[in-house]
Structures are given as structure tokens and as C-alpha cells.
């Protein structure tokens, strides 16, 4: 086992977060790996949003909470999409064949770096629902997603509160060998 490994055998996501930002330089190490993710005929058509603004993070929550009460979904009282982490990186890319690979690449060595770092984090699909709330037009401004990119995923980043989570158990026979 070397130090890569145990990082990624040991992510888990993390829906609790002490309210603390994370230092400059260590959010910056985050975005350089993010940047170095591979992407589809090294076209990097993708955009980072990095939001460390309480209010900010909390008006997207607001947001996507009244798209998904539009839609019609079960939330919890009190729930936060971002479990109240003091950094969320909003990822978008130009729509173009593989794009949303791209993005997963990305999103997935922010989570790696983020813990490889001490810090916990979370992939959420969820602020899509954004878009159930508000226009694509006014959304993307507040995302500062610019013009001719869709938003994909967002991470949520900080340091974990109380014990990490146990792995959940794994799906097996995924995998066929062809010797
Ligand atoms: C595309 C994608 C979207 C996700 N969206 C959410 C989300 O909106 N909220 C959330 O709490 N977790 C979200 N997750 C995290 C998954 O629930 C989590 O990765 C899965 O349960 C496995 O747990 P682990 O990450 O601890 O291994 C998302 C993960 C992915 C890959």
C-alpha cells in the first residue's frame, strides 16, 4: 500500500464540517490538481466556481432547496445541501462530447487532494435543482458560470466533524478479466 492508495481506499463523503475555512495554499494545491485532471483531447473546457463566502454558500442552499420543493422532493427540516462546509467548487464545462467525464476526472481529484490534505468532502449533484428555481440565465450569473457552459457537479470542502463515516460496502462481480 503506498500513499495514493490509502488517500483514495480512504475517502469517504463527508456530510459534517467544523467551521473552518481552509488555508489559502491548501485550497490552492486543491485547484492545481483539479487542473491537472485529464481531460477529452486536452480541450480543459471547464470551469471552477470556488465559493468560501458563508452567505454565498447559503443562498445557493436556499436556492436549490426551493427548486427541489418545486419539484416536489422530501427534504428534511433544517437540511443543507452542503452540510454547511465552509468551501463549495461549483464545476461546469462546455457541452461537448465527453464533458461530463471531464468533470468527473476533476471532481475526483479534488476530493483526492482535498484528503490527501486533512480535509473531508462531498460531491453534490444536488445543486442542480438550482435550476428548477430560477432561470438558466440568472443561476449561471450567480454561479459566474460563463457563457456557453452548463453546470455539471459541485464538491463541498472542509475539515470533517466527529468520526469519518465506515466505507460502504462495495457492489462485487463488477469485473470481468479477459486473459
Ligand atoms: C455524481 C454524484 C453526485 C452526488 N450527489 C450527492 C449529493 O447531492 N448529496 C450527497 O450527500 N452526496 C452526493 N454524492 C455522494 C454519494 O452519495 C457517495 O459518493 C456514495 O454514497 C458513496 O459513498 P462514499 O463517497 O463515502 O464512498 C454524489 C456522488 C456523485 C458521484
Redesign the pocket.
Known amino acids: 500500500m503506498n500513499n495514493t492508495i490509502e488517500t483514495i481506499l480512504s475517502?469517504?463523503?463527508i456530510?459534517a464540517y467544523e467551521n473552518k475555512q481552509i488555508p489559502e495554499p491548501d485550497l490552492k494545491a486543491i485547484i492545481e490538481c483539479a487542473i491537472h485532471a485529464p481531460s477529452s483531447r486536452n480541450k480543459q473546457e471547464w470551469h471552477l466556481t470556488v465559493i468560501t463566502n458563508k452567505e454565498r454558500i447559503d443562498e445557493i442552499n436556499r436556492l436549490a432547496i426551493e427548486g427541489m420543493t418545486r419539484l416536489g422532493l422530501e427534504i428534511e427540516k433544517d437540511s443543507h445541501?452542503f452540510?454547511h462546509a465552509p468551501c463549495v467548487i461549483v464545476l461546469s464545462s462546455k457541452i461537448a462530447g465527453f464533458s461530463e467525464i471531464n468533470i468527473g476526472c476533476m471532481v475526483e481529484n479534488i476530493a483526492l487532494a482535498a484528503k490527501s490534505l486533512g480535509y473531508g468532502s462531498?460531491?453534490?449533484?444536488?445543486t442542480r435543482y438550482l435550476y428548477h428555481k430560477a432561470n438558466k440565465i440568472d443561476v449561471d450569473r450567480i454561479l459566474k458560470i460563463p457563457e456557453g457552459y452548463e453546470h455539471d457537479?459541485s464538491i463541498c470542502l472542509g475539515v470533517p466533524k466527529g468520526n469519518e463515516?465506515e466505507?460502504?460496502p462495495r457492489r462485487e462481480r463488477v469485473v470481468d478479466y479477459i486473459y
Open positions: 475517502r469517504r463523503s456530510r445541501i452540510y462531498c460531491v453534490i449533484g444536488q457537479i463515516p466505507a460502504k
